[in-house]
C-alpha cells in the first residue's frame, strides 16, 4: 500500500528518502538478529542429538548366571536404561546370551547387522536367522550367510556376584555397535 | 427481494474480488485438447490429498501418538470408536490410491512431454511433491505403530548409521534419541501431520499455480516439436483458436474420474477393512517377520539381492543420482518432440523401471530370500519322499527336519527358497558331493560339521541321495499282487544308483 501511496506523491517520497532509506536498514538488522534470536534455540531444540556427547549406555542386570546354563544361547530382556515414562514395552529390549563356560559368555543384539531386524536363535541348526533379507550367523555370532557385512553385534558384559551384567542402551548399528 | 440479493451479492463480489478470482482459476482458458481422460490424474491426486487431510484429521481425535498408547488407540479406533474402523480403512486406502494416481500422473507427463519448456518448474514441483508423499507414506506406516513400524523404524535407523561420518547423529535425529523410545513416535506424528503436509500444501500451491501461469500443457501432436522461440506464441495461438474455460468446458472426465477414485477408495475400504495394527510393538517378540507397506517393498528386496559391496551404493548414491536425474530431466531435454509417439526411448525407460520396480516388489511380497522360520516343524516331508526308504532313509528325513534344513530347502514345493529346493538333489551331486556340502557347507550355505554327528550325516545323505525321482517306482516283478501298496514298495529302485 505504501508503495501505491509513494507513487501518488513522488515529491513526499523524495523529500524522507534519506530518513526512509535509514528506517528500512534498521528494520531488516532488527529482524535479522530477532530471526537469529528465534533459529538459535529452534534449531539447538530439534538438531540436539549433534550437541549432546553424553555416552547413552549404562550397565544393566540380565540376572543371575543360573537363568544362563553352559553351552546354551538363550534369550534375556532388560528395561533400555535410556527410557522415558511414557515408553510402555517399547523400551523392553531382547538380547542373546550364549553362556560358553564359568564366566565366559557372548551376549549378542538381536539386530541383525545388515539392516536391524531382530534375528532368531535356532538351537538345532545351531544359527542365528533374520527374517528380513535371510541373513545367518554362527553360534559364536560371526557372520554364515546372506548380505550382512559383519557378525552380531556383541555387548561388553561382566560378571559380578553371579550376576550377569551387559553394557547397552542404544540401538547398535554399523557406525555405531553395541 | 431480487434487488436486494443481487446487491448483496455484487457487494460481496466487489469486496471478495470473487468474479475476478474465478475468472483467472476454474474459469481460466485451455486448449480444448486438454480435456482428454488421460488429463484426470492431476486433479485426482489432489482430490486424494484432501481426502487424506480430513480422515487423517478426524483419526487424529481419538488417536494418541505415544509409544505406550499409540496401539492401544488403534484396536480403540478399530474396535470401539464409531465409524472408527472405517475411517482408518479410507485414510490407508486413500494412500494407496494416492501414490497409485500420482505415478500414473508423472507417466503420463512425463510421456505427454509436459515437462518441457516452459513447464520446468511444474515439473520439478511435482518431483518434490512425489518425494515429500513418500515421506507420508513412510510416516504414516510408522503410525500405525505395530511390530512392522518398530522394525520397519530399525530398518530406517540401521540404512541412516550407514552414512559415512555422520550416521551416529543422524540415527538420534532420526529416532530422536539413541534407541527408538517416548520421543520417537511423537517425532514421526509431528512429521506426518504438521511438517511434511505443510510442505506438501505449499508445494501444491505453487503446483497448480503453474499450472495456471504457464498454462495446461496441450494435447501433443507428433511431429510438432517444442522450439523455446515460438512456443510461446503456438500456445497463445492455440488458446486463441481453441482455448475453453476449463469449468465447465474442460472438467467433465476429472469431475466423473474424481467420483470413480471417491467410489474405489470407499468400496476398498469397505471390502478390506483397515490395515492392522499387526502385533504389539513390543520388540522382545522375535518371532515376526518385519515388512513394509507395499510402496518400499521394492527398495526392501533390493536390499536383499544386492551383493555387499553395491548396498552403499545402492542406498545412498542411487537415489541421488535418480532424484538428480528427475530433477534435470526439464533442462536436459527442454525442447523438442513431445509425443510418445516420437519419442521411442521415454517409453521404453518407463516400461524398464516399471518392471524393475514391479519385479521387486513381487519379490520383496514372496521374499524367497528369507529362511522360512517354522518349515522345519511345521512342514510335513510329502509322503513321495518317504514311502518305501529304508529305516536308515527315514532316520536321515528326521535328520533334515529336525536339523531345520527345510528352512533353507524346500520339498515338494513346501519350506524355505532361501537354498535350492532338494527334490532331485541326488541328480546334481554325487553322495560324497553332499557329504561335502553338508559338513563344510559352501555358496551361502553354513558348515553343518559340528551340529550333526558322523551317524546323523551319514542318515542324512542316504535320505538325499534317495531325492532324485519325483514318482518312486514299485517293483515291476509283481505287478497284480494283492498286498498293500507300501508293504510292497519295500525297497524301491530309488536306491539304485550312489
Redesign the interface.
Known amino acids: 500500500m505504501s508503495e501505491s501511496k509513494d507513487a501518488d506523491k513522488p515529491a513526499a517520497a523524495h523529500g524522507n528518502s534519506s530518513r526512509r532509506d535509514w528506517l528500512l536498514k534498521i528494520g531488516v538488522a532488527l529482524n535479522v538478529i530477532a530471526g537469529a534470536a528465534l533459529a538459535i534455540p529452534l534449531v539447538g531444540f530439534v538438531f540436539s542429538s549433534f550437541a549432546e556427547k553424553k555416552d547413552p549406555r549404562d550397565w544393566i542386570s540380565l540376572g543371575p548366571l543360573e537363568h544362563f546354563p553352559e553351552k546354551t544361547t538363550r534369550i534375556a530382556t532388560y528395561r533400555n536404561p535410556y527410557t522415558r515414562p511414557w515408553d510402555g514395552e517399547t523400551a523392553e529390549i531382547p538380547c542373546w546370551v550364549r553362556h560358553i563356560s564359568g564366566d565366559q559368555f557372548q551376549v549378542f543384539a538381536i539386530n541383525c547387522t545388515h539392516l536391524g531386524c531382530p534375528v532368531r536363535w535356532f538351537q538345532e541348526s545351531g544359527l542365528f536367522l533374520c527374517p528380513c533379507h535371510g541373513g545367518a550367523y554362527l553360534e559364536d555370532g560371526s557372520r554364515a550367510a546372506g548380505p550382512p557385512p559383519r557378525g552380531l553385534f556383541e555387548y561388553s558384559y561382566k560378571v559380578e556376584k553371579n550376576i550377569l551384567w551387559v553394557k547397552g542402551g542404544q540401538m547398535p548399528t554399523l557406525s555405531n555397535p553395541v | 427481494m431480487l434487488n436486494i440479493l443481487r446487491n448483496v451479492a455484487v457487494w460481496l463480489d466487489d469486496r471478495l474480488h470473487i468474479t475476478a478470482i474465478y475468472a483467472s482459476t476454474a474459469g481460466h482458458e485451455v486448449p480444448k485438447s486438454a480435456g482428454s481422460w488421460f488429463y484426470v490424474f492431476g486433479s485426482a491426486t489432489l482430490l486424494c490429498f484432501v481426502i487424506q487431510v480430513i480422515t487423517g484429521a478426524c483419526l487424529a481425535f481419538v488417536y494418541i501418538p ?4 499409540a496401539w492401544t488407540s488403534l484396536q480403540y479406533l478399530n474396535h470401539v470408536q464409531f465409524w472408527g474402523w472405517y475411517l482408518r480403512a479410507v485414510h490407508n486406502w486413500g494412500s494407496n490410491f494416492m501414490v497409485a494416481i500420482m505415478t500414473l500422473h508423472m507417466i503420463q507427463v512425463f510421456l505427454f512431454g509436459a515437462y518441457k519448456y516452459p513447464r520446468e518448474l511444474t515439473w520439478v514441483s511435482g518431483i518434490f511433491l512425489l518425494l515429500l508423499t513418500l515421506g507420508m507414506a513412510f510416516t504414516g506406516q510408522v503410525m500405525r505403530f505395530d511390530q512392522d513400524a ?2 520397519g523404524l ?2 530406517g ?8 561420518l ?4 543422524l ?3 532420526l ?9 520417537t513416535l511423537s517425532r514421526f506424528f509431528t512429521l506426518h501431520v504438521f511438517m511434511i503436509p505443510g510442505l506438501i500444501i505449499a508445494l501444491i500451491s505453487m503446483h497448480l499455480r503453474l499450472v495456471l501461469t504457464k498454462g495446461i500443457n496441450e494435447y501433443p501432436k507428433p511431429g510438432k516439436p517444442v522450439r523455446k522461440a515460438t512456443y510461446d506464441a503456438e500456445y497463445a495461438e492455440i488458446l486463441r483458436k481453441e482455448g475453453v474455460p476449463f469449468v465447465p468446458h474442460a472438467i467433465d472426465k476429472d469431475l466423473i474420474f474424481a467420483a470413480l477414485v471417491i467410489i474405489g477408495i470407499l468400496g476398498a475400504a469397505f471390502i478390506f477393512g483397515p490395515e492392522g495394527p499387526g502385533g ?5 517378540i ?5 515388512r513394509p507397506d507395499f510402496y518400499f517393498l521394492s527398495i ?1 528386496a533390493a ?2 539381492l ?1 551383493p ?1 559391496w553395491m ?1 552403499v551404493l545402492i542406498l545412498f548414491v542411487a537415489p541421488t543420482v535418480c532424484i538428480a536425474l528427475l530433477l534435470a530431466l526439464p533442462f536436459i531435454s527442454p525442447t523438442g518432440e513431445k509425443s510418445y509417439i516420437r519419442r521411442p526411448v521415454a517409453v521404453l525407460s518407463v516400461i524398464f523401471v516399471m518392471l524393475i520396480v514391479g519385479v521387486l516388489t513381487y519379490m520383496g511380497q514372496t521374499s524367497p ?3 522360512k ?1 517354522n518349515a ?1 516343524s511345521g512342514d510335513a516331508i510329502p509322503e513321495k519322499f518317504v514311502k518305501g526308504r529304508t529305516p536308515l532313509e527315514l532316520r536321515g528325513a528326521v535328520v533334515f527336519q ?4 527345510r ?1 533353507c530347502h524346500a520339498l515338494g514345493g513346501q519350506g524355505g527358497e ?1 537354498g535350492p529346493a532338494l527334490d532331485e538333489v541326488a541328480t546334481r551331486l554325487t553322495k560324497e558331493e553332499l557329504v561335502r556340502q553338508v559338513i563344510q ?1 559352501g555358496g ?3 558348515a ?1 560339521g ?2 550333526l554327528s558322523p551317524a546323523e550325516v551319514d542318515a542324512l545323505v542316504s535320505f538325499m541321495a534317495t531325492l532324485h525321482t519325483t514318482a518312486p517306482v514299485r517293483p515291476s516283478s509283481k505287478p497284480e499282487n494283492n498286498l498293500p501298496r507300501d508293504v510292497a514298495a519295500v525297497r524301491p529302485p530309488a536306491l539304485h544308483g550312489r
Open positions: 505415544s509409544t505406550n498408547e518398530y522394525w530399525t530398518i535407523a540401521s540404512i541412516t548409521g550407514r552414512v559415512p555422520i550416521g551416529e547423529q540415527v538420534h535425529l529416532l530422536a534419541g539413541p534407541i527408538i523410545a517416548g520421543e504389539r510393538p513390543n520388540p522382545t522375535v518371532d515376526t517377520n518385519p526392501f536390499l536383499a544386492l555387499d548396498e530370500w528369507s529362511p522360520m522345519w529336525n536339523k531345520q534344513c528352512n532361501r557347507g551361502n550355505m553354513p553343518y559340528k551340529k
